[in-house]
């Protein structure tokens, strides 16, 4: 393994208290090459970085989604490591990350916070929201990833490169995850350790606004990949609550009375939510037939190379 080819990649806003510590364990793992990208840090994280001798970049923009973007762009080492700048990975995990990595096996290696956590690392709202976020996201991805939110995670600069990348928040892990998956890259999951921050370094993540956001996420770049699953959740509501109305209507029937507005309400709500999945089976013929088109063409534009 050849650490000279591996850039670790930082995003930081306000970790002072991490930050120098952080940078001396992956120094002491073999790794020169540290690149810091800093959110105008207020607490002087981007001194402390830089007096470690890491290469500090400040980002242009808000997000860590956006510092993650700014920060592909000026890589050039072939593979790149990152982690969150608040000490809650283990830089000596790193050669486990990149493993599978530098063996050429994978693409992508997502460090599975879920199954080797330290007590208090997760609050107990944050561990459900997390598994929930990845119960959605293997439904509607087909696929079985157990801890896409991860912050720490390896991947090759050329598979990278490949996603295409808008999300400016926390929605960037997300963002990766899917891309990774619509782009046919290989991903595994390795477990690791999962600490709690220090009692100083206040999580920069809210979690309900940014569990919401994500959930968002996850659903809306859902329409291109999996239609069926897109249209079929606003069915699925529609159809349960013309159930819902209609079993009333019914009962009040049997009763002797008769509601005319109740009943016509159940049927459009019947009808509109068997429209979506209407929708949704057009959907995924089209979006079926467009793949099969793309990858007729790619295969063709591989034969006349
Ligand atoms: N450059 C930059 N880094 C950020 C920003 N927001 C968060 N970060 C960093 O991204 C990493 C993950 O954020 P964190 O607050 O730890 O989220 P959590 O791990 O989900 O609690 C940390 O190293 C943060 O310092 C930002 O706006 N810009
Ligand atoms: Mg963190």
Known sequence: MNNADVCILIPTLNEATTIGELIKDFKNEGFSNILV???NSRDGTAQIAEAEGARVVLQTGKGKGQAVIQALEVIESPYVLMVDGDGTYLARE???LLGPILEGKVDHVIGNRLENYSPGAFTKFNLVGNRLINMFFDLAYGVQLKDILSGYRAFTLESVRELELNKTGFEIETEISVECILKKQRVEEIPITYLPRSEKGVTKLNPV???LRIGSTIYRLAKVHNPMFYFGIIGFFFIVAGLFTGTFVVFQWVQGITR???SILTTLFIIFGLQMFIFGMIS????TLHRQTVSLILELNKQRK
């Open 209 to 211: 606004k940014d569990g």
């Open 94 to 96: 790193a050669p486990s």
């Open 37 to 39: 990208i800093d959110g």
């Open 284 to 287: 995924d013929l089209i979006v």
């Open 260 to 262: 005319i507005p109740l």
